[in-house]
């Protein structure tokens, strides 16, 4: 896998990683993101990074009741300079979405002894979703943090939601999101803006997907973001921003014409028939099935397996003749 090696699934996949006995041998810290933790409703989303000795720096995001204590694993990002990032969904789902699990270090980890780690333990600030006058073309409201959210002169700093009516998946992983969240911060004087960071939130408040922009310069509003600005900038102090509405979770019908999943336990095998092998490949598997298991005639099998969407990412798999069997 280039480097990504069992450890790194471990420690990215399981609470038991979390106990070796002398973790400071395999990685270098764990360390929880402040300005990247999201809420919507009750659950807090929090980022861990945790830089590895081998180069890699590695994401997980949990969900965090703090009131049952319950935790969710959300996803985890595997990065590396020599290759594309990696999604995994709960415990072993990569580069595809499925819903969160349970996940409950265990008690001599480090996010267990380590208070710093535990948001439960941390003053984190109530977000204020305050929402603004204003609503796009598919009537979406748009909110503001204002607890996450200032200005500096004619830099304005600001984490803005944008609440969709339905429920979306996106084409990458077919995440649901019905919620957009974006940092962003605006140039007031020179009606520019950059995208720092934006979060995917499904109706239960769950993060399912997060991005960071590494945009450096500043760039012109598009039509949407001009109109959100221009009722943003002309707020001397963004903390006067006063709403009766707030951001609420709710259930939201999914919107038409969205990637479905295939429902794999009842997977027709007649659909092949539209895609019959060609007559050379069919005599082959015809042989393979007839003869008795043979010794393969290799000494060792090598291959990768590469993702579509992710052309630099190969899972290299190494089979030796002993462990083969003609099939």
Known sequence: MNRLTAFSVGLMLSSSAFALSSPQEMFKSIDWIP????????????LYRIAMYTGEVNELWLNVDCATDKKTLLFSTIKAATRSDIRVYGANSILRYIPGVPFEPDEDSLLKTKPVLNVCQQTISAPTWTALPLRNNLKEQYFIDV?????????????????YSLTYKDKKYAAPYSIKIQDLI????????????????????????????????????DQEKAEVSKKLCAIRDIHQLKSPETLI????????????????????????????????????VEEALAN?????????????????????????????????HAT
């Open 186 to 221: 605006l140039d007031c004087k020179n009606h520019q803006g950059k995208e720092v960071s934006r979060y995917s939130i499904d109706n239960q408040g769950n993060i399912t997907d997060h991005t960071t922009t590494a945009e450096i310069k500043f760039t012109p509003f």
């Open 249 to 284: 979770l709710r259930d939201k019908k999914p919107a038409d014409d969205q990637l479905i999943l295939p429902n794999f336990e009842q997977n027709d095998p007649s659909y092949l028939k539209s895609f019959p092998l060609i007559k050379e490949v069919a005599n082959v």
């Open 35 to 46: 300005d990247s933790t999201v809420q919507v409703g009750k659950s807090i989303n929090v």
């Open 147 to 163: 607890s996450k959210s200032k200005r500096e002169g004619e830099i304005l700093k600001i984490r803005l939601a944008t609440d």
């Open 292 to 324: 008795t298991p043979k010794r393969p005639a290799f000494q060792q099998l090598i291959y990768s397996q590469e993702s579509p969407n992710e052309k630099e990412m190969n899972m290299s798999r190494v089979t030796n003749a002993a462990n083969a």
